[in-house]
């Protein structure tokens, strides 16, 4: 069986926030990573369409085992779970397609030269 890793973000990286762990088929509210206060968790900054901005901390991600294998999973559930916003995925790939890119180019330019 595959290890689940927690994935790489960094203040402002977009997700999305699930107010039901159990439910990601529910509407989610719109975040923003805003620290990382754990190895397992962050605090997503989220903007909720009737209250504004709101703040939740020690958040899981969704695809955590930990909801499946914790018998304190529950407990957990008040603070929500979050998934990754397309952009937060695909941003890295296209980064280092750009890198790529520029070296490619760099280097038919020298061989121009």
């Known amino acids: 069986m595959a290890v689940w890793t927690f994935p790489e973000l960094k203040v402002g990286d977009a997700v999305f926030w699930h107010s039901n762990p159990q439910n990601l ?35 899981r991600h969704a695809d955590d085992p930990f909801w499946r294998e914790s018998e304190t999973a529950n407990n957990w559930q008040q603070w929500g779970c979050f998934t990754l916003h397309p952009v937060t995925e695909v941003l890295p790939v296209l980064k280092e397609m750009i890198s790529d890119w520029k070296i490619s180019r760099a280097r038919r330019e020298k061989a121009k030269s």
């Open 25 to 59: 088929g529910e509407s989610p509210a719109m975040g923003w990573v805003i620290e990382r206060p754990g190895t397992q968790t962050i605090s997503i900054l989220i903007f909720a369409q009737n209250s504004g901005f709101i703040e939740k901390k020690s958040v």
